[in-house]
């Protein structure tokens, strides 16, 4: 599969650097586009094809990746459609653009809207994906298999992309300030910072493969390590006195209402 991506910011980076980390995908099956030639460079050097002109960049694409601002989608798209291929499939990142808006601005074309996380460079993503009512089984197909190549991927109703944005993708935000608070409590217990987050860092991440793989509710997973008038749930009801519980349910609750104004 031709696989062409408009843009090299945080997102497209991680979908680039994570198939190359996967290792399926030829780094000269990808083409790589963005206006800044310093920002392109990186991933020249690994092989990876790169182009500042996106019309010329499209035209033996299989799949077209847009990971530009949504302002920028329908410049972008009516820029690129004379010299998409007719069998091209469409893949947008950007947040709100509906199926039926890319269906205004690229026509009757196969289309995805994805939301993925940075997670992608490390083939940890979890990734999100609706699909237009004209694409076929195979098509569906090829598309969840690009993405489970740089994490795990879902096919999900197009309604459910804004609660999918906030628990997916901010979510690695919020896990991440799990981690920092940790961390410096970590330091005034006793460690360096490096050290401290390392740990904390691989306890989250085992945490997570230990929910992900058992299908377990993580409520059963934490009775494993609570025992009566022990320390773990000591410091647990400490963090609930303090409103742990309600503040990442009021957090997550407040992004999606953001999404859906």
Excluded: W
């Excluded at 690994?46 to 989608?73: F, I, S, W």
């Excluded at 410049?75 to 091209?88: D, M, Q, R, T, W």
């Excluded at 699909?131 to 098509?139: E, F, I, T």
């Excluded at 935000?173 to 410096?184: E, H």
């Amino acid at each position: 599969m031709k696989i062409t991506v408009i843009g090299s910011g945080n997102i497209g980076s991680a979908l680039i650097t994570g198939l190359m980390r996967e290792g399926s995908t030829a780094p000269d099956d990808i083409i790589l586009t963005d206006i800044s030639q310093e920002a392109l460079a990186p991933f020249a050097a690994k092989g990876v094809r790169t182009m500042q002109n996106n019309a010329e960049a499209v035209k033996n694409a299989d799949l077209l990746v847009l990971c530009v601002k949504p302002y920028h989608v329908r410049e972008v798209i009516e820029e690129l459609l004379p010299s998409l291929p007719a069998g091209a499939l469409l893949v947008s990142f950007a947040a709100g653009v509906t199926l039926d808006q890319l269906a205004f601005f690229a026509g009757k074309r196969p289309s995805f809207r994805v939301i993925p996380n940075t997670a992608m460079a490390v083939c940890q993503s979890m990734t999100c994906i609706a699909a237009s009512g004209d694409v076929s089984a195979a098509q569906q197909s090829a598309v969840l298999n690009l993405f489970s190549r740089v994490g795990k991927a879902m096919m999900i109703d197009e309604s459910l992309m804004n609660a999918a944005t906030v628990i997916a993708s901010c979510g690695t935000a919020f896990a991440l300030r799990y981690l920092r608070a940790a961390t410096t409590a970590g330091v005034e217990i006793g460690f360096r910072p490096a050290v401290a987050g390392a740990m904390i860092a691989q306890t989250m991440l085992g945490a997570a493969v230990l929910v992900s793989e058992s299908g377990n509710h993580p409520e059963a997973e934490i009775d494993k390590v609570t025992t009566p008038k022990g320390i773990t749930i000591k410091g647990l009801n400490e963090m609930e006195h303090a409103g742990f519980s309600s503040a990442v349910m009021q957090g997550i609750l407040a992004t999606y209402g953001m999404l859906k104004t």
